[in-house]
């Protein structure tokens, strides 16, 4: 499966900016996709997830109130609406699908397959 990851930019802090990542092809039901991210010097950090069934979704806490990622399985996308953006939510947010059991769903070592990356800079 190849993820394309679009949508980043540059955005003033308060701003809204929508993620997509399209999959090449259609996700195995029992597979979630998720949103990570990378700041300079930083690890990668969980950022939401949704179950492909059934759409639940998961959220880490730094970010639940202010994004919502939904799917469209017509298009074999998942989206990230970001909200309330913040200077801290500068990093490149990459897309991945895996099969992570539930209480794993924020672990990305149980994501095969990674997206290239898109860059969101939120200038304060």
């Known amino acids: 499966v190849q993820l394309q990851a679009s949508g980043g930019g540059l955005v003033q802090a308060g701003g809204s900016l929508k993620l997509s990542c399209a999959a090449s092809e259609r996700p195995v039901s029992r597979y979630t996709m998720g949103w990570f991210r990378q700041a300079p010097g930083k690890e990668r950090e969980f950022v939401a997830a949704?179950?492909?069934?059934?759409?639940?979704?998961y959220y880490s806490d730094s970010v639940k109130g202010r994004f919502a990622i939904s799917r469209d399985s017509a298009k074999n996308t998942v989206y990230l609406q970001m909200n309330s953006l913040k200077y801290e939510d500068t990093a490149v947010y990459y897309c991945a699908i895996g099969n992570p059991i539930l209480s794993s769903t924020r672990d990305s070592q149980y994501y095969y397959y990674w997206g290239q990356g898109t860059q969101v800079t939120v200038s304060s």
């Open positions: 949704i179950r492909w069934s059934g759409g639940n979704t």
